[in-house]
């Protein structure tokens, strides 16, 4: 894995969306897949603004979601799909049929991790951009997370249910996510983990220091036969 660094997100964000214009570039039908959450957010600002100028055509290419709340659809502000729709697939005016997401609410939880996971066995992952959780936690892999795992829905661990205050307007009782597993994300043909802030210093250099183990689910990036990179900027990168 290799760790990059660079002065501060906006600078990361540019480098993280030269490389996925590169990937739509050469296959116009690349299968993306983005993390909701704050951090990736500037990707996504970089990643519409040279849609815009025309620098990247997004109309073949597909996007799939990392994961979801359990009980949330794209209604509730601070939901993954909200996140992505209002600050990516809306403002690139993607179609419907290129957008496959977990949908958090429902009726038939194991009927929706069929779908996400048929899809991903024809179609595989061409690119993800991670990030990562106080607790290293990837998507709603939280620590014990079997490494072998198609998507499943997993109980929140109890750092997620308390940081996740930070997305919504109002405290919700959520227990629970839908997540693309790691035997799905670390088949991607590119992994990029990235991490910005000194609050992400501390896990940063955990994910680093430690071997696989499903404690620190991060550090099953490691696990990746295919290309896999940290970006990071100053802050994050702090007490390395
Ligand atoms: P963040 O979330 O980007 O909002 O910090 C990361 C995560 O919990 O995976």
């Known amino acids: 894995m290799n760790t990059f660094i660079f002065k501060n997100p906006e600078i990361v964000s540019n ?6 214009i590169k990937i739509v ?3 116009p039908n690349a299968v993306i897949c983005i993390a ?8 996504m600002k970089e990643l519409v603004k040279r849609a815009k100028r025309k620098e990247v055509d997004f109309t073949k290419a597909y996007f799939v979601g990392l994961d979801e709340w359990i009980g949330l659809d794209k209604n509730t502000r ?18 419907e049929n290129q957008i496959i997401f977990f949908n958090g609410k429902a009726n038939n939880l194991k009927k929706e ?7 991903i066995q024809q179609c595989g992952l061409d690119f993800i951009l991670l990030g990562i959780g106080m607790n290293g936690h990837i998507g ?7 490494f072998s795992s198609d998507a499943q829905v997993v109980p929140l661990d109890n750092v997620t249910t308390t940081v996740m ?8 009782p959520l227990t629970e996510g839908i997540t693309l597993g790691f035997k799905q994300i670390l088949n991607a043909k590119e992994l990029v983990l990235m991490a910005t802030g000194l609050k992400k210093a501390d896990i940063v250099k955990k994910t680093i220091d430690t071997p696989p183990t499903n404690e620190l689910p991060a ?8 290309k896999t990179s940290f970006f990071l900027d100053e802050d994050a990168a702090n007490l390395l």
């Open 15 to 20: 480098k993280i969306a030269d490389k996925i």
């Open 25 to 27: 570039n050469d296959k």
């Open 36 to 43: 909701g959450g704050d951090t990736p957010l500037p990707v």
């Open 78 to 95: 601070g939901s993954c799909i909200q996140t992505l729709e209002d600050n990516l697939y809306a403002p690139l005016e993607l179609k």
């Open 113 to 119: 991790l069929d779908r996400i996971n048929k899809f």
């Open 140 to 146: 709603f892999n939280e620590p014990g997370v079997n």
């Open 165 to 172: 205050n930070k997305y919504f307007d109002e405290k919700l």
């Open 219 to 226: 550090t099953a990036i490691k696990l990746s036969k295919n």
